[in-house]
Each structure stands twice: as structure tokens, then as C-alpha cells.
């Protein structure tokens, strides 16, 4: 049974950094790609960031340059590092996995349950 957790949110100051970290059980980070998504309410579920072992690193123009998302394979955790926080980030971010890579579209099998990031100005 493939399992996400996501740890790491909380609340920042506009400016400020947080990372956040999803680990994995079940299966191996290496053999997957891995996304980050965001929820603000009212609004849909949008792609952050994706890496894969055959695609590398992609990113959302709304976050490009300010986000990195990395993986630990020894410690099957994924990452992602946020500097630079705006009011606009405030959402509740999950992470995602499937065998295929689905970039930053909804195809992905397996989500985390979420992890609650508020930027205040």
C-alpha cells in the first residue's frame, strides 16, 4: 500500500522561506514521479512542481524561480523548499506519485493528505 505523508507547513511572513517534505512507504521515490500540488480555497487544485528521473525538474510560472523541489531516494522523501513566500502561496499543498509521468496535470494515482501553508503580508 503506497503511502504520502506531507509535513512542513505552517505560517510565514510574506518574504519568508518554508520547506516542505512528503515521505513515502510502499514504493521507491526512484521509480516515480513525484509533483507538488496547491489548493487555495475556492479555487482548484493547481501543479507546482515535478521531477522526474527521465524529465528533470519542472515548475509553474507562478512559482518558478522561488521553489525548488528535490528528492531523497536513500530516504524516500521528496522536498520542496519555498523562499521568497507570498500572500498568493497560501493553500494547502499536497504532494502526488504515480509510475507515469503526468507532469502538472491531475493524473496521478497516489496524494498525501495535505499540509497548510498561510502567508500573511
Known amino acids: 500500500q503506497v503511502q504520502l505523508v506531507e509535513s512542513g507547513g505552517g505560517s510565514v511572513q510574506s518574504g519568508g522561506s518554508l520547506r516542505l517534505s512528503c515521505a513515502g512507504f510502499?514504493?521507491?521515490?526512484?521509480?516515480?514521479?513525484m509533483a507538488w500540488f496547491r489548493q487555495a480555497p475556492g479555487k482548484e487544485r493547481e501543479g507546482v512542481a515535478v521531477?522526474?528521473?527521465?524529465?528533470?525538474?519542472f515548475y509553474s510560472d507562478s512559482v518558478k524561480g522561488r521553489f525548488t523541489i528535490s528528492k531523497d531516494t536513500a530516504k524516500n522523501t521528496l522536498y520542496l523548499q519555498m523562499n521568497n513566500l507570498k500572500p498568493e502561496d497560501t493553500a494547502m499543498y499536497y504532494c502526488?506519485?504515480?509510475?507515469?509521468?503526468?507532469?502538472?496535470?491531475?493524473?496521478?494515482?497516489?496524494w498525501g493528505q495535505g499540509t497548510q501553508v498561510t502567508v500573511s503580508s
Open positions: 502526488a506519485a504515480d509510475r507515469q509521468y503526468y507532469g502538472l496535470g491531475y493524473g496521478y494515482h497516489y
Open positions: 510502499g514504493y521507491t521515490y526512484s521509480t516515480y514521479c
Open positions: 521531477i522526474d528521473s527521465d524529465v528533470g525538474t
